[in-house]
């Protein structure tokens, strides 16, 4: 089992940062992807940014520039670091990491950090 605890999430202005940190904890072999997933109320949670065990990155179109995904594996910790907020980036966040098991693939969801963007 992988434990997720995401912090960091909060209010802030239009035009202001925020990072967020998910730590990962308990039985971490085999981990090959992390992510930062976000979901609005009414919508289908979507991928925001996410990071390969070779360390490649990808992101969602409107947040390229202006978010960073990066990992500390010293510290067993993803971040996100959100420059150029806007409102629209106002979501609940979500931790994401997939794991290739013994006896198969796993998935694991931290429990969300709320971020909200004030115009």
């Known amino acids: 089992q992988v434990q997720l605890e995401e912090s960091g999430g909060g209010l802030v202005q239009a035009g202001g940062s925020l990072r967020l940190s998910c730590a990962v904890s308990?039985?971490?072999?085999?981990?090959?992807?992390l992510g930062w997933y976000r979901q609005v109320l009414g919508k289908q949670r979507e991928l925001v940014a996410s990071i390969e065990d070779g360390g490649s990155t990808g992101y969602e179109e409107s947040v390229k520039g202006r978010f960073t995904i990066s990992r500390d594996n010293a510290k067993n910790t993803l971040y996100l670091q959100m420059n150029s907020l806007k409102p629209e980036d106002t979501a609940i966040y979500y931790c994401n990491v997939k794991q290739q098991r013994a006896w198969g693939p796993a998935e694991y969801w931290g429990r969300g950090a709320h971020v909200t963007v004030s115009s």
């Open positions: 308990g039985s971490t072999v085999g981990i090959n992807a």
